[in-house]
């Protein structure tokens, strides 16, 4: 099993900054790509960024230039940077990572997994 634990959210006013974490624990081998996703209120989940073992980065149109996405492999840790928030940033924010992982019985095994997600609001 792999877990992810977010962590970073909270209040901003709109302009201001927040950063977010996301650290990665269990038997992981690799984590090919590994991305944030958000979700408001009523609506359904879309890609913020994601970034691939390698640092290949792909962002949302609506965050270029404003957020960014890096990745500690030694740590196993995700980071978003978000600058320039705006009230539609406003979301529960989750980690999202995909790899493979040794299973108990020592059987290497793809994952997909999500954080539990942070709240992220800016106010105008």
């Known amino acids: 099993q792999v877990q992810l634990v977010e962590s970073g959210g909270g209040l901003a006013q709109a302009g201001g900054s927040l950063r977010l974490s996301c650290a990665a624990s269990?038997?992981?081998?690799?984590?090919?790509?590994m991305g944030w996703y958000r979700q408001a209120p009523g609506k359904q989940r879309d890609l913020v960024a994601h970034?691939?073992?390698?640092?290949?980065?792909n962002y949302a149109d609506s965050v270029k230039g404003r957020f960014t996405i890096s990745r500690d492999n030694a740590k196993n840790t995700l980071y978003l940077q978000m600058n320039s928030l705006k009230p539609e940033d406003t979301a529960v924010y989750f980690c999202?990572?995909?790899?493979?992982?040794?299973?108990?019985?020592?059987?290497?095994?793809?994952?997909?997994?999500w954080g539990q997600g942070a709240q992220v609001t800016v106010s105008s």
């Open positions: 970034i691939t073992s390698g640092g290949s980065t």
């Open positions: 269990g038997s992981i081998l690799s984590m090919h790509v």
């Open positions: 999202n990572a995909v790899g493979q992982m040794r299973t108990r019985l020592g059987w290497t095994q793809d994952f997909t997994s």
